[in-house]
């Protein structure tokens, strides 16, 4: 895939257009980069199938853009910026992640102090030298001094919903070697954490497969093209990096010892831990080859991930719940494990963005987009005017919108197609906690969703507030990724959880679980202890081109590792269920 080396150079590009104050550019070259992003097609099988018209056919890329593609699918380079790089010569991909730090300003600190790298940074800010530039100050220096804090300790963590696709044609490639009898992805990824550190990848064979099979695997293992470089290689193990930048381990296991390999590097580590204590304490040996009793140290009892827990006494637990379970003390929420919200549990999604505001796409595309989903409705919540750059939508714009739903409504329908489409709005939360469009529009709505895009640095008691008051609105009946986190790039505005947990449901709000991969807002503990006190949740997307819906997944494997029911979640339900417990 080279859909993440594009957007990184497309977006490059986007700033240094920027440094040079170029008009207008930068916002195209951003945009095509956020949409090679998170496309679901490889831009080199566009390219290979339809040439440079299928490229132009992609939103936003024009004439200019689709050739610069070309070029780098070709020559693995871009000669704009290489050209940029050789005179602006500063690592923009990293310093670009501190939050605060625009290209402008990149531009500066490098113009006047040098500053090319992070460790640079690092040191201007140990010896004070940034507050004295103008225009930045001491408050400035501050707080870029905690985004670089955040950044070293979040750094090499991958997020897995934008590595997924390429993880999954990884382990098919594996799956397909000779001799590989199964392939599986195990660790952090398997129990879809929001980040991976590494990948780990399971391999099994036979039981009687032969040394020469093994090699054949480790070596066909290391010479796949996604391989880069390779640190380590045993008799049936191998770490690589690979070219996407993140680290593989690939361990091989024979069939009969593969049930307790794949509990092992599944992981959680504590989850394994308390396991092994677990063994012992019932006269057995757990470890990655297996589970053995007492009487014989070599005879596996257990040949399955399902008969080791059983053997031990315990339920089986879904890899997203074993961070939960690491202890007795967990397995008073062992009966919440039978009703698990599960994939494939959704009748629709309830955050989409159109191209009335700053999606991609139109009404009609992620009405269609939806039946493929198999959803029953989708609530359209295009942004709400303050965000100027998305286009929000002003009164008058609203209700040219539910006009427009009503039409494709009837025309679906007259198509035979059963899908609807509700009228929603992602209505900023103001400062004050009022709301961006007035109660006579909101009034008009199948549902109304809030969200907080500015002012984040509030302090504890007053961004509390701010939501409580969103929430007391009778109107309002979610609240769209509550924390407003960036994974890797912007910390959880200051809440106060428990209380908003609280008003949620004194209010009767839906807290919202946000799928979008560097969202996932609410994050897992958030959703046990609102699932723990019967909040209302919903699950959604968040998509602003139907290429986004497919990242569902990561929003309902979130709400399973914070042990949320179904019933917890309300658009499982039917739609006129659904409107009728959400709606206040
Ligand atoms: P990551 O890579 O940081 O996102 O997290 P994991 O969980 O994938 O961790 P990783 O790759 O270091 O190891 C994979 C699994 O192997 C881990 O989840 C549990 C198991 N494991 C690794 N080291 C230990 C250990 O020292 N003790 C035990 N009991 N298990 C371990
Ligand atoms: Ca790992
Ligand atoms: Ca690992
Ligand atoms: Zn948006």
Request: with cysteine; net charge negative.
């Given at each position: 895939?080279?859909?993440?080396e594009?957007?990184k150079v497309f977006?490059e590009?986007?700033?240094?257009l920027?440094?040079?104050?170029i008009?207008?550019?930068?916002q195209?070259?951003?945009?095509v980069?956020e949409?090679l992003?998170?496309m679901?097609q490889?831009?080199s099988?566009?390219?290979?199938?339809?040439?440079?018209?299928?490229?132009?056919?992609i939103?936003?890329?024009?004439e200019?853009?689709?050739?610069?593609?070309?070029e780098?699918?070709k020559t693995?380079?871009v000669?704009?910026l290489e050209?940029?790089?050789?005179k602006?010569?500063i690592d923009i991909n990293?310093?670009s992640k501190?939050?605060?730090l625009g290209?402008k300003?990149m531009?500066?600190?490098?113009d006047?102090?040098?500053?090319?790298t992070?460790n640079d940074?690092?040191e201007?800010?140990?010896?004070?030298k940034i507050?004295?530039?103008t225009?930045?100050g001491?408050k400035?220096?501050?707080q870029?001094s905690?985004?670089l804090?955040f950044f070293?300790?979040?750094?090499?963590r991958?997020?897995?919903?934008?590595?997924?696709?390429?993880?999954?044609?990884l382990k098919?490639?594996?799956?397909?070697?000779?001799?590989?009898?199964q392939?599986e992805?195990a660790?952090?990824?398997?129990?879809?954490?929001e980040?991976i550190?590494?990948?780990?990848?399971?391999?099994m064979?036979?039981?009687a497969?032969a040394?020469k099979?093994?090699d054949g695997?480790v070596?066909a293992?290391s010479s796949?093209?996604?391989?880069?470089?390779?640190?380590?290689?045993g008799?049936s193990?191998?770490?690589?990096?690979l070219?996407?930048?993140?680290?593989?381990?690939l361990?091989?296991?024979?069939?009969d010892?593969?049930?307790a390999g794949?509990?092992y590097?599944?992981?959680?580590k504590?989850?394994n831990?308390?396991?092994?204590?677990l063994?012992i304490?019932n006269?057995?040996?757990l470890?990655?080859?297996?589970?053995?009793?007492?009487?014989?140290?070599t005879?596996?009892?257990?040949k399955?991930?399902?008969?080791i827990y059983r053997?031990?006494g315990?339920?089986?637990?879904?890899p997203?719940?074993?961070?939960?379970?690491?202890?007795e003390?967990?397995?008073?929420?062992?009966?919440?494990l039978d009703?698990?919200?599960?994939y494939g549990?959704?009748k629709?999604d309830?955050?989409?963005q159109?191209s009335?505001?700053d999606?991609?796409n139109?009404?009609?595309?992620?009405?269609?987009q939806?039946?493929?989903?198999?959803y029953?409705?989708?609530?359209?919540t295009?942004?709400s005017k303050r965000?100027g750059?998305?286009?929000?939508?002003?009164a008058?714009?609203?209700?040219d919108q539910?006009?427009?739903?009503?039409?494709?409504?009837?025309k679906?329908?007259?198509?035979?197609?059963?899908i609807?489409i509700?009228?929603?709005?992602?209505c900023d939360?103001?400062?004050?906690?009022s709301l961006?469009l007035p109660d006579?529009?909101l009034?008009?709505?199948?549902?109304?969703g809030v969200?907080?895009?500015?002012?984040?640095n509030?302090p504890?008691?007053e961004?509390t507030k701010?939501?409580?008051?969103?929430m007391?609105n009778?109107h309002v009946?979610?609240?769209?990724?509550?924390?407003a986190?960036?994974i890797?790039?912007?910390?959880?505005?200051?809440?106060d959880i428990?209380?908003?947990?609280k008003?949620?449901k004194?209010t009767?709000t839906?807290?919202e679980?946000?799928s979008f991969?560097?969202r996932?807002d609410?994050?897992d503990?958030?959703i046990?202890q609102a699932?723990?006190?019967g909040?209302?949740?919903?699950?959604?997307?968040?998509?602003?081109s139907?290429?986004h819906?497919?990242?569902?997944?990561?929003?309902?494997a979130?709400a399973?590792?914070?042990?949320?029911?179904k019933?917890?979640?309300l658009n499982?339900?039917?739609?006129d269920?659904c409107?009728?417990t959400l709606?206040?």
């Amino acid at each position: 895939m080279n859909n993440q080396e594009l957007a990184k150079v497309f977006s490059e590009i986007a700033q240094y257009l920027e440094m040079e104050e170029i008009p207008f550019k930068p916002q195209a070259y951003e945009k095509v980069s956020e949409t090679l992003g998170t496309m679901s097609q490889d831009i080199s099988d566009v390219y290979k199938q339809g040439g440079l018209g299928a490229v132009e056919e992609i939103p936003g890329v024009g004439e200019n853009i689709a050739k610069k593609i070309e070029e780098y699918l070709k020559t693995g380079k871009v000669s704009l910026l290489e050209e940029y790089k050789k005179k602006i010569p500063i690592d923009i991909n990293n310093l670009s992640k501190i939050e605060g730090l625009g290209p402008k300003r990149m531009k500066r600190l490098y113009d006047e102090l040098g500053i090319r790298t992070i460790n640079d940074l690092d040191e201007a800010i140990k010896e004070q030298k940034i507050r004295d530039l103008t225009g930045f100050g001491e408050k400035s220096e501050d707080q870029i001094s905690i985004a670089l804090d955040f950044f070293k300790s979040h750094h090499g963590r991958f997020i897995l919903g934008f590595a997924y696709d390429e993880i999954q044609s990884l382990k098919n490639r594996v799956g397909a070697i000779p001799g590989v009898r199964q392939a599986e992805i195990a660790g952090s990824a398997r129990r879809m954490k929001e980040t991976i550190g590494d990948l780990d990848i399971l391999v099994m064979v036979d039981n009687a497969a032969a040394k020469k099979t093994i090699d054949g695997i480790v070596q066909a293992f290391s010479s796949l093209p996604e391989v880069r470089h390779i640190y380590a290689s045993g008799e049936s193990k191998v770490s690589v990096r690979l070219e996407s930048g993140y680290d593989a381990d690939l361990r091989i296991f024979k069939r009969d010892e593969y049930a307790a390999g794949l509990l092992y590097f599944t992981g959680s580590k504590e989850h394994n831990i308390w396991l092994r204590k677990l063994a012992i304490e019932n006269g057995m040996k757990l470890n990655e080859y297996g589970l053995f009793s007492k009487s014989s140290q070599t005879a596996i009892i257990a040949k399955t991930e399902k008969g080791i827990y059983r053997q031990l006494g315990l339920p089986y637990f879904p890899p997203e719940t074993r961070e939960r379970f690491v202890s007795e003390k967990g397995l008073e929420n062992r009966e919440r494990l039978d009703d698990l919200i599960d994939y494939g549990d959704l009748k629709g999604d309830l955050q989409i963005q159109t191209s009335w505001s700053d999606g991609q796409n139109s009404i009609e595309e992620c009405a269609n987009q939806a039946i493929e989903m198999g959803y029953e409705y989708i609530l359209i919540t295009d942004h709400s005017k303050r965000l100027g750059v998305a286009h929000g939508l002003d009164a008058r714009r609203a209700r040219d919108q539910w006009r427009e739903i009503d039409k494709i409504n009837d025309k679906m329908s007259r198509e035979g197609k059963k899908i609807r489409i509700l009228k929603g709005i992602e209505c900023d939360i103001l400062r004050d906690g009022s709301l961006d469009l007035p109660d006579k529009i909101l009034q008009e709505l199948d549902l109304v969703g809030v969200s907080v895009h500015s002012y984040f640095n509030l302090p504890l008691a007053e961004q509390t507030k701010r939501i409580e008051k969103a929430m007391e609105n009778k109107h309002v009946d979610i609240v769209f990724h509550p924390t407003a986190r960036q994974i890797n790039r912007r910390e959880e505005i200051n809440l106060d959880i428990p209380l908003i947990i609280k008003r949620a449901k004194e209010t009767g709000t839906a807290l919202e679980i946000d799928s979008f991969p560097d969202r996932l807002d609410l994050r897992d503990d958030y959703i046990y202890q609102a699932a723990k006190e019967g909040v209302k949740l919903v699950i959604d997307s968040d998509s602003h081109s139907i290429d986004h819906f497919r990242y569902i997944r990561f929003g309902i494997a979130q709400a399973r590792r914070g042990l949320a029911l179904k019933k917890n979640v309300l658009n499982t339900q039917s739609v006129d269920d659904c409107l009728k417990t959400l709606q206040k």
